[in-house]
């Protein structure tokens, strides 16, 4: 007798008729041959997106990034888990276009940084996916997060060198520098008792 492979089958029932109908066959896959879903934890600039993906000794991902045929940017990443040959996979359709050449990558002991460069300087993007959908994986990096508010106020640079150091202002609630002022200043203020 021949052995049948193992399927995940999907039927329906047609209550009219009673019989049912298989809809679609999938072949079964084994989890050891499936990618886990890493965390990927993302920052902004008004240039440029910064893309943290959790994923421990990951010595040599393989990351390609770049804009769809006339459409917004992607990013595709695989990388195995040294120590425990755990494959890690996860690809992401932009919000905006993205500068492949500009783009950084690091790997390093507990995770893969991105610093993917925008196409064109500009706002902030409202999401890191084109899809408005909530996406389980993808989170915002808080540590690294900057408003487009904070980063106008970083480029101002107000210096603050040229300002003297308060210390050597007058304290009027500072008693021990008032001692000598209020002796010598006595007779120009009358008592009121």
């Known amino acids: 007798m021949a052995h049948l492979p193992d399927v995940y089958w999907a039927q329906r029932t047609d209550k009219i008729l009673n019989t049912t109908h298989v809809l679609e066959v999938l072949p079964r896959t084994k989890e050891k041959d499936m990618a886990h879903l890493p965390d990927v934890y993302w920052a902004q600039r008004t240039d440029k997106i910064l893309i943290t993906i959790d994923v421990p000794d990951c010595p040599q991902p393989k990351v390609e990034i770049g804009n769809h045929d006339g459409g917004d ?28 050449d500009g783009s950084k990558i690091s790997a390093g002991g507990r995770n893969v940084f991105l ?22 994986n993808v989170h915002c990096d808080w540590n690294k997060w ?25 304290d009027p609630l500072d008693k021990d520098i008032h001692t000598e002022s209020e002796s010598e200043g006595e007779d120009d203020v009358p008592n009121l008792l």
Do not use: M
């Open 73 to 100: 940017g992607y990013l595709k990443f695989q990388g195995t888990n040294g120590s425990s040959g755990v494959e890690y996979a996860v690809q992401l359709d932009l919000y905006g276009k993205v500068n492949a």
């Open 146 to 170: 900057k408003d487009e508010d904070e980063e106008e106020e970083e480029e101002d640079n107000f210096d603050l060198g040229g300002l003297d150091n308060f210390a050597k202002f007058d």
């Open 115 to 136: 610093a993917i460069q925008k196409e064109t300087e500009g706002p902030h993007w409202p999401r890191l996916a084109k899809e408005k959908t909530k996406l389980r």
